[in-house]
């Protein structure tokens, strides 16, 4: 319960499980977990695209990945200049990754 304590005229502490934030709008006062769970959901339910979902999907991929898969893509995407990103640790660990630019594109260290 929050209120003023009339005996040492400071307010009495407010439980943990509720929350005060300070407003000068006494009678309609914004519940501010509600907006922020309404955003988080709008957020949740909003639809990526172009490299955004594809940023996402990656994440997914890692985050999800066993300890291989985590190996796998950071040492495929290192080692080829951030041409190729692999999952397959059998096949990656065991030699180098080439690069491999887009097609019509060519490869150039960045000194030439």
Request: aromatic share 8%; no cysteine; proline share 4%.
């Amino acid at each position: 319960s929050s209120g003023i304590n009339a005996e040492y005229g400071h307010k009495e502490q407010i439980g943990v499980d509720q929350r005060a934030y300070p407003t000068s709008n006494r009678r309609n006062p914004v519940d501010w977990d509600r907006v922020e769970a309404e955003v988080e959901k709008q957020d949740a339910e909003e639809k990526k695209e172009g490299d955004a979902a594809l940023n996402e999907l990656f994440q997914k991929i890692y985050a999800d990945g066993n300890e291989d898969t985590k190996r796998a893509m950071i040492k495929s995407f290192q080692e080829s200049g951030g041409t190729v990103l692999s999952t397959n640790w059998n096949d990656i660990g065991a030699k180098e990754t080439e690069v491999k630019p887009p097609d019509g594109m060519e490869y150039k260290q960045w000194n030439e």
